[in-house]
Nanobody, 124 residues
Framework: VQLQASGGGLVQPGGSLRLSCAAS????????IAWFRQAPGKEREFVAA????????YYADSVKGRFAISRDNAEKMVYLQMNSLKSEDTAVYFC??????????????????WGQGTQVTVSS
């Protein structure tokens, strides 16, 4: 199982970025996929998740209404569209998957597959 996150970068407050997570090596559409983030000196926190079919999504309160998660099962991709970015969104962003057929979880302990992370920096 491989997950590879990309799309991070430096953006000004109020700007937008779209992160991508490319999956390989497993039956992608049997898995929930989530995004987590970790800022310096802080614990890894849940950002968003999407179910197998893509018709159910879940968000942390801190990003609700600003971020949107989506997936393309044919391409084995998950996306995180981030709008109205704030300085507090600065972190390394990771995509992750729990065990096959598992529901989504807020705790990072429930996820067993992780991408390498992509840095998002929101600064003027």
């Amino acid at each position: 199982v491989q997950l590879q996150a990309s799309g991070g970068g430096l953006v000004q407050p109020g700007g937008s970025l779209r992160l991508s997570c490319a999956a390989s090596g497993f039956n992608f559409d049997d898995y929930v996929i989530a995004w987590f983030r970790q800022a310096p000196g802080k614990e890894r926190e849940f950002v968003a998740a999407i179910n197998w079919s893509g018709d159910s999504t879940y968000y942390a309160d801190s990003v609700k209404g600003r971020f949107a998660i989506s997936r393309d099962n044919a391409e084995k991709m998950v996306y995180l569209q981030m709008n109205s970015l704030k300085s507090e969104d600065t972190a390394v962003y990771f995509c992750a998957a729990p065990p096959r057929y598992s529901d989504y979880h807020i705790s990072s302990d429930e996820y067993i597959y992780w991408g390498q992370g992509t840095q998002v920096t929101v600064s003027s």
